[in-house]
């Protein structure tokens, strides 16, 4: 008889205090942008055969994409961008070829299609609008007091911000070290058909250095400060507003008595217990008292 034990996740000593659990809420972050980039006039043109399936962080435990590395020069640090081969050329024959029109990228056969210029020029533009909008959502959760020298002082509106605004450099890159930080984005057709879709899509990868790492973990940690400095909210009844109307008096008079008053007319009235209304409803009485020239409400029974 075999005996299995549960694997246990091994603890990174530099990572500890570091808020690396908070990790899925940046990817969550991440997938919007780019989805919403995607959706963009001018890139939606490249990425309308697709859309953003997933997005996780993960380490290189010495399997690394085979395809090219691309490294771009951030505000805080370098991004290596890589791109699933057979994604480049979907999205190259959907802006170029016969598949433009389609709902779809359609698949390719890379075996068939040798590396053209254009292919690689395709690239760098894809890299650099992916990373733009990586490095503006790096910078929209920084505090304003750590962003860095060259990003744009107003960091609201970052991680929507054209890529153009951002004016990588690209260079080929070598492949990230062993225990690198990658993120690692699946993408999924958009046709509707979940068959179709499935076959057209693929993979691309951001590989992060130190100093982009410790921006992203940085920018986590504010908000678990921030979540830590909150009060906690008491119980909904203790939170939620009401506004009641306290009515002292009411009267009922003839119509013709009402027209025949003048000013300074005096209408008797006796003052009994008020009653309180929510709105139209009629939920209490109150008896009417004065406190420092002001009149009161007090002993409030429910009505029956």
Known sequence: MTKHTAQHQVLDPSLLGRPVHLLPNFAAQLRDDLMQSMRLNTHRRYWGGFQVADVQFSRI???????????????????AFSLERKVLLSVLNYRYGSGAKSDAAPAVDEASVRVTATEERLAVVLGQQLAGTLAGR????????????????????????AVEDYSFKPSTGAQPARGAWVIVVTLAGANADAAAAAGTGGRFWFALDKQLMAAVLRGL?????????????????????????GRLASK???????????????????LHRADVLLEDSRLFTAAVTEHKGKLCLTSFEDVE
């Open 138 to 161: 790096i910078e929209a959760n920084l505090p304003e007091a750590n962003l860095p020298s060259g990003a744009r002082a107003s960091a609201d509106d970052a991680a929507g911000a």
């Open 221 to 245: 940690l504010r908000d678990r400060d921030g979540a830590k400095q909150r009060k906690p909210e008491g119980p909904l009844a203790q939170r939620l507003q009401l506004g009641l109307t």
């Open 252 to 270: 009922e008079v003839m119509l013709g008595s009402l027209y025949d008053l003048q000013v300074g007319d005096i209408i008797p009235i006796s």
């Open 61 to 79: 435990d010495g399997t690394t994409p085979t395809s090219r590395w691309l490294s771009f020069a951030a505000p805080a640090g370098q991004i």
